[in-house]
């Protein structure tokens, strides 16, 4: 019980700027994450997603940027219902007429991003937010430019996929690491954690459209020698 207290005054004592904050406690605090979620068709998704990265993300300034694509199914009517269960500042929905391509819709996010730190993922739940955090912190402890997923390490996975779609996403990083060498294991995941200034470089220099863009992005901030970590997803 002592020790609680103890625990519980010097936290006072910091908030009232009688306690000195470590550098890392400094930097999370200050530090805001733009999570950019791409949707078509994705109605019956992105309140899970959404309810998710709240949940996992208790202690974090973050937003949530929903770019769709003139989804017919709804979704954007579902998320106007999250922004007034959760705020229009923390969700913002930034839609476009039509389906317009993954890459586009990445740029798109980003010019609406108020975060120094971006993430992107996927809203069919093939990502899950309790990674998140871990991302966060490695980016933290090691500095990096980018932390990205991959699926091909001990806690990585992917959730939904048939068999088909994980020996398809298999054989394109083989086929990439022999072609390319970048030096990343998954060069097709779609769930990584950017500097906001390194997305912005890596992403006006690529030309792909669609799910190629992501292997462009990765194999791009590698050759301009950008820290990439990994982590499970």
């Known amino acids: 019980m002592r020790n609680e207290s103890a625990k519980q005054k010097n936290t006072e004592n910091k908030d009232l700027g009688q306690g000195i904050y470590t550098e890392e406690e400094k930097m999370e605090q200050k530090n805001k994450y733009s999570i950019i979620v791409p949707t078509y068709n994705e109605r019956l998704n992105i309140a899970l997603i959404v309810y998710l990265i709240f949940k996992h993300l208790r202690d974090v300034d973050f937003e949530i940027i929903v770019v769709d694509d003139g989804s017919p199914d709804g979704t954007q009517e579902v998320v106007k219902q999250l922004q007034k269960l ?22 798109h996010g980003l010019k609406h991003a108020s975060g120094n730190f971006v993430v992107i993922m996927d809203a069919d ?34 959730h939904g996929w048939n068999l088909m779609r994980k020996l398809t ?65």
């Open 125 to 158: 739940l093939s990502h899950h937010p309790k990674y998140l955090p871990c991302f966060i912190k490695k980016q933290s402890e090691t500095g990096a430019s980018i932390v990205t997923g991959t699926r091909y390490v001990k806690g990585g996975g992917v």
């Open 169 to 233: 996403s298999r054989g394109a990083n083989v086929l990439a690491q022999t072609l390319l060498w970048p030096g990343v294991s998954d060069l097709t995941g779609s769930f990584r954690l950017y500097k906001k200034s390194v997305l912005e470089d890596v992403i006006s220099s690529c030309v792909s459209k669609g799910y190629v863009f992501q292997m462009e992005m990765i194999v791009r901030a590698s050759r301009k020698g950008y820290h990439i970590e990994e982590g499970a997803s």
């Open 86 to 107: 959760y705020g229009e500042d923390r969700i913002l929905l930034r839609p476009r007429p039509k389906k317009l391509g993954l890459g586009t819709a990445y740029i």
